[in-house]
């Protein structure tokens, strides 16, 4: 259900697109910018990672290490286990590997 106010302004903002006779591309732009302005944005993807890292830095491996970061950890059974364990393990060295890395030398490929 869309609240009273909310209706009122998409059928205002309708009434203005068919008044200034907008095409299909310039409505779809419209909208966009509606969402961006509606819709919160969402969290980074790599926080998880973040928070997994200051944990390993922190001196935490292991078990306790995944069971805290892979989602869902103790349900999975062991093939998909060792899966995200891996996963995690490799960001988490990559992760380390840029902050050992110098940061103003080229990649040496």
């Known amino acids: 259900m869309i609240p009273e106010g909310i209706a009122a302004l998409i059928d205002q903002a309708r009434k203005t697109a068919d008044e200034a006779e907008l095409s299909l591309a310039e409505r779809k732009k419209v ?3 509606f969402n961006r302005a509606v819709l919160p944005r969402r969290e980074k993807k790599s926080s998880w990672i973040d928070n997994a890292y ?3 830095k922190a001196g935490m491996r292991g078990l306790t290490l995944y069971a805290k970061h892979v989602p869902g950890y ?3 059974g062991g093939l998909r286990r060792e899966q995200r364990q891996r996963r995690l393990r490799q960001a988490l060295a990559k992760r ?3 902050e ?3 940061k ?3 990649d040496q490929r």
């Open 104 to 106: 103003n030398q080229p």
């Open 100 to 102: 050992r890395k110098p």
């Open 54 to 56: 200051r944990d390993y």
């Open 74 to 76: 103790e349900k999975l």
């Open 31 to 33: 909208t966009r910018a």
């Open 96 to 98: 380390a590997e840029r």
